[in-house]
């Protein structure tokens, strides 16, 4: 009898591991190998490099386009500083854009209706307009490039001083945003955003204002549309109230 029961032990300790694995439900159907440029098996690197496609630091490159016609006229920016042209060419009109301080350079090499060829990309203002914005451009044998603005031989140091007079009118920017405030003989005092948002109740036309600042002085190479002169405010008195405004 116990030689019975020990050799059905013996038997079942060996069919034991069978009953189990058969108990396991059976694993899944191996998939298709990726096959990628490291070889099969491997996920292939994203496009761009390891980083990816929008690595930091990676700049942004321009297909330039060239565009040769008959300059019509200068423009001027909201700061009455020159920063673009009107170009005439096969029938069609195109907005140019440049650099303030490059304005001096262009106006001395190109005159109205002359023939100007002109290299630069596409892209959109703030405003929503499409401009080419230049490069470089070319009238006659002299060519323009757009560069690192000149530093000042000897910068001036701002002076303050006091103004007073009567407004005339808002100044605004391509927008429509008034972003400065016109004074009785002709003077223009720049106003911030911010500042406009919250004195606007009391600026406007006719009413009185004084206060103190200095005379924006434009950097080598940016030229005025208009000789105006520009006052960036420290103060302004409204109403016998004064605000500090720079």
């Known amino acids: 009898m116990k030689r019975f029961i020990k050799t059905t032990l013996v038997l079942f300790c060996v069919a034991l591991p069978t009953i189990y694995a058969c108990s396991q439900p059976p694993a899944p159907p191996a998939g298709p190998q990726l096959a990628g440029p490291a070889g099969p098996g491997t996920i292939p690197p994203p496009p761009g490099g390891p980083d990816g496609p929008d690595r930091s630091g990676d700049r942004r490159i321009q297909q330039l386009i060239t565009v040769q016609g008959i300059l019509n006229a200068y423009t001027a920016s909201d700061s009455n500083a020159y920063d673009g042209l009107t170009l005439q060419s096969s029938g069609q009109a195109f907005n140019i854009r440049f650099a303030p301080h490059m304005a001096a350079k262009m106006m ?49 140091a701002e002076t303050i001083q006091p103004f007073n007079g009567t407004i005339t009118d808002l100044r605004r920017d391509r927008q429509g945003i008034a972003n400065g405030i016109v004074l009785s003989g002709s003077r223009v005092i720049e106003l911030s955003p911010g500042v406009y948002d919250q004195l606007q109740a009391y600026l406007k036309p006719g009413t009185p204002v004084s206060g103190s600042g200095f005379r924006l002085i434009p950097p080598p190479g940016v030229v005025l549309a208009q000789n105006t002169p520009i006052i960036h405010p420290q103060t302004l008195t409204l109403n016998g109230q004064t605000y500090m405004v720079r």
């Open 108 to 156: 001395a090499a190109a005159k109205a209706g002359t023939s100007i060829s002109v290299q630069g990309f596409y892209e959109t203002t703030p405003e929503g307009m499409n401009v080419i914005h230049l490069v470089n451009a070319t009238s006659g044998s002299q060519t323009i490039y757009d560069g690192q603005p000149p530093a000042p031989a000897n910068p001036p």
